[in-house]
């Protein structure tokens, strides 16, 4: 079953590369750096952010960047077992398992927003 | 010239003689100049005849001479003694059995080359008075980089997925295939889909890297692997046909 979705979990992981590579920094220097020392002049206040994370364009944001993100690091996270000699498909499923948590869980939080 | 004396530690073992693998250690006058291959012609020539070793070109072109030295995979007719520190020590390619000394067994290798079909596949071949395949500058540096490879088995000994998966294709077979797959002359890419994407293929790759920073010939066996992931998965998801990879 894992094997025989092997190009899916690669996707997923080239994917979540991606995205993580191109908005994490940004988001992480926006919202936990510039803003609170006020380098935007509207201010990233939480009523504002939480209108931004609530149109449809930043609810999809807010999922794809979760999830993939998770995938991403579920995919480092097996292979790194592989490298380390873990035998079966164990962690796999457990990586793969979190990342599905993760993934229904995003979209929950932020839909319910 | 200024000889220098230096100490070898070199792995034995003689099946038919012991159980277990020992090491032994030589002490051998080197030139300045002189490559870790020399000083094992040298043991061999002067120092202890029994011991078992391959060489051919001594110019980095074969492929032969591959070992560990010091622990690292390295053609050894590449590897200047000057530049090691106190004891060297010489030990066979790791990730394949050993046949005896330094000699490893490269049957699987061979079988694995084999099975990715390395050479150009046509749906029918052109008469010869039809000319020949034209091939542009631009097509043909689409692959050239993967044609480099000697078969040194470097990337085999330096993978950490074959240590613990030993079917896996490895690095040089699969950036073989890969440069058959982008060559334009070539139209045999469905029939290696199954070798490279199959259970041992690919995927089973964690892209440490580890091939591509020993290669002598840089060939970039990880960049082959992980361009071979992605058309692979792209025909996996039906959005590339199987018989083109450009």
Not at chain 1, 58 to 81: D, N
Not at chain 2, 12 to 29: A, G
Not at chain 2, 104 to 121: C, G, N, R, T, Y
Request: glycine share 8%.
């Amino acid at each position: 079953m894992i094997r025989r979705l092997e190009p899916l979990w690669w996707i997923l992981f080239g994917a979540g590369g991606f995205i993580a590579a191109f908005t994490i920094p940004g988001l992480i220097t926006g919202l936990f750096l510039l803003g609170p020392l006020g380098f935007f002049e509207s201010g990233l206040d939480y009523e504002r952010v939480l209108g931004l994370a609530t149109q449809p364009l930043g609810r999809a944001f807010l999922i794809a960047v979760i999830s993939l993100t998770l995938w991403h690091s579920a995919h480092h996270l097996r292979h790194l077992c592989i490298d380390l000699g873990v035998k079966g498909q164990g962690a796999a499923y457990g990586s793969y398992g979190f990342a599905l948590l993760g993934t229904i869980a995003a979209f929950v939080v932020t839909l319910g927003l | 010239m200024e000889v220098e004396v230096r100490k070898f530690e070199v792995f034995r073992f003689r099946p038919e003689e012991e159980e277990e693998p020992t090491y032994h250690t030589y002490e051998v006058p080197c030139m300045p100049e002189w490559v870790v291959l020399d000083a094992l012609n040298a043991i061999k020539d002067d120092i202890d005849p029994t011991l078992s070793h391959r060489w051919s070109c001594r110019m980095g072109v074969c492929g032969s001479c591959s070992m560990l030295v010091n622990g690292r995979p390295v053609l050894t007719c590449n590897a200047f003694v000057k530049n090691y520190e106190g004891t060297i020590r010489v030990e066979p390619l790791s990730n394949f059995p050993v046949v005896r000394d330094l000699v490893v067994e490269l049957d699987s290798f061979m079988a694995k080359l084999q099975s990715v079909k390395p050479w150009i596949i046509r749906k029918a071949e052109k008469d010869l008075g039809e000319g020949e395949y034209l091939q542009s500058p631009a097509q043909l540096e689409e692959f050239k980089q993967y044609s480099m490879c000697i078969n040194c088995c470097l990337c085999y000994a330096a993978c950490p997925v074959l240590a613990s998966e030993p079917d896996f294709v490895g690095p040089a077979a699969i950036a073989l295939a890969h440069r058959y797959n982008l060559d334009s002359r070539d139209e045999g890419n469905h029939e290696r889909y199954d070798a490279i994407h199959g259970h041992d293929g690919v995927w089973a790759c964690s892209y440490s890297n580890e091939c591509s920073q020993v290669c002598p010939k840089h060939v970039d066996p990880s960049m082959a692997i992980n361009q071979a992931k992605l058309t692979g998965a792209l025909q996996w998801f039906k959005l590339l046909p199987k018989r083109s990879f450009t």
